[in-house]
């Protein structure tokens, strides 16, 4: 069965920071490419972070560069997302997400994943 379960939410003050883990199983991990989603309330989802081990990369969307760091434990089949210098706009739940790689390495592109966790709420207070 395949499972990717989040952990590591919770609430932290403005400034402070949080690291998530997705614990992957179920399938071959180097063969996608796993990324970080988010959503808010009355917000649309957003693509937040990704890393692909196969093609060597990682991204990020504009909002958390340089706050956010993406990486990965294959051995363990887990990949965390650092979360630092949180702000109130980052609260949100966050999901990971496994999509198959194509020829692209640009995983942010991978909008529609196959396979997907069932999240985990971060809150930054103010």
């Known amino acids: 069965e395949v499972q990717l379960v989040e952990s590591g939410g919770g609430l932290v003050q403005a400034g402070g920071s949080l690291r998530l883990s997705c614990a992957a199983s179920g399938f071959s991990f180097d063969d996608y490419a796993i990324l970080w989603f988010r959503q808010a309330p009355g917000k649309e989802r957003e693509g937040v972070s990704c890393?692909?081990?196969?093609?060597?990369?990682?991204y990020y969307t504009d909002s958390v560069k340089g706050r956010f760091t993406i990486s990965s434990d294959n051995a363990k089949s887990t990949v965390y997302l650092q979360m630092n210098s949180l702000k109130p706009e980052d609260t949100a739940v966050y999901y990971c997400?496994?999509?198959?790689?194509?020829?692209?390495?640009?995983?942010?592109?991978?909008?529609?994943?196959?396979?997907w966790g069932k999240g985990t709420l971060v809150t930054v207070s103010r």
């Open positions: 890393i692909s081990t196969h093609y060597g990369v990682t």
């Open positions: 997400a496994a999509a198959i790689l194509g020829y692209s390495d640009y995983c942010l592109g991978y909008y529609d994943p196959d396979y």
